[in-house]
């Protein structure tokens, strides 16, 4: 079955950085819109970044200008790089994989910022 692995999570401290790096398997990745996403206990899963299959981004209002995100379609990677950390960005971020008829998602990945 299709598989998003995600990886690069962890415990950073305010002002730091991350590199979250998600693989698919088992699909054509390269017509995919590829997407982060992040949830804290109690609220709705929300949009971090999302990069269509032709290259354009979205990025939510509150990581604009702090992070970016890339794919390597060789690859089947998607990767989301996020800098000047806050603790408000802590949640646990999933990847997200959006087609014409299916959509599939990853376990998700912890990423907790505190000092």
């Known amino acids: 079955q299709v598989q998003l692995v995600e990886s690069g999570g962890g415990l950073v401290q305010p002002g730091g950085s991350l590199r979250l790096s998600c693989t698919a398997s088992r699909i054509t990745f390269s017509v995919y819109t590829m997407g982060w996403y992040r949830q804290v206990p109690g ?8 990069i269509s299959a032709t290259g354009s981004t979205n990025f939510a209002d509150s990581v ?51 000092s």
């Open 43 to 50: 609220k709705e899963r929300e949009l971090v970044a999302r």
């Open 64 to 114: 604009k200008g702090r992070c970016t995100i890339s794919r390597d379609n060789a690859k089947n990677t998607v990767n989301l790089q996020m800098n000047s950390l806050k603790p408000e960005d802590t949640a646990v971020y999933y990847c997200n994989a959006a087609g014409l008829r299916n959509t599939y998602w990853g376990q998700g990945t912890q990423v907790t910022v505190s």
